[in-house]
């Protein structure tokens, strides 16, 4: 080959080359302003939330709405708080969200490790069926729930906020996929130097499986503190109030006017839970559902 083609190679080898990295450059900038774009979309709501919560209620009723409050208004945020009495509200939604958690977490850990470990007649059948329910709505059994309640007299306790909610499918098939991770000889160990299934459940079992429990720890909390259907039909009494249906009609006038930008002022208080939950605590959920597997 003649050192004029060699040359005419190379440059055409340089040419494809340079082709490639402005294709890849061209690429990642139409990701990054695909990417930022959609950043934008989301949090714009969170947004104007803020500044909506910083505005008087002249400003905010202005017909050309403006991006920063003229006046600050630190005051709608005192406000808030009082007037919804959230003090109450937020005291109501953690015991709620702690009590079921716990409860929750008993129940899931013992059914996953049942199906994950024991044996027993109609395992996989009755796991299938478990599985088939997350098929059905959420709200169709809301009928049935509250006829349930009201015979057993529930209504307008914290035990209605709490008993209904117990049992997660999702979860049980999350830990369950967790558990069968974990091999089986570390199970036949323990039984032959005659470790109960309860003690290998605690001592192996939970530790390996943190991560996912951490995630449903938080998924079951966070679950918690939005619920707002069924604790307005079933427990809407002062005593008894969720956060979230504290702030429906808490800021409404007796003429029917709302006080908007105090509104505003109080779902940021109570979102700001959730969003330090979300930043501080985001890794170990992805990691637990990670974990989670497919296998079985």
Known sequence: MSTTSVTMHEKDMQKTSAQQKIVKILVQVFLYAFLLTMALIVLFPFYWMIISSLKNLAEYRLSIPTLWPKQVMLSNYVDAFNTANLGRLFLNTMYVGVVSTILSLVITVLTAFAFA???????????????????????????????????????????????????????IYLLRQNFMQIPDELYLAAKVDGTSDLKYLWKVMVPLSLPTLISITILKMMGAWNSYVWPRLVANDEAHRMITNGLRNAFTDTSGDVNYPVQMAAVALVSAPLFLVFIFLRKYIMKGVSRSGIKG
């Open 117 to 171: 470990r024991l044996e027993f007649k109609g395992k996989d059948a009755l796991f299938a069926a478990l599985l088939a329910t997350m098929m059905i709505p959420g709200e169709l059994f809301t009928i049935t729930n509250y006829s349930t309640i009201t015979a057993f007299g529930w209504m307008n306790t914290f035990t209605v906020l709490i008993v209904p909610f117990l049992v997660s499918v999702f979860y």
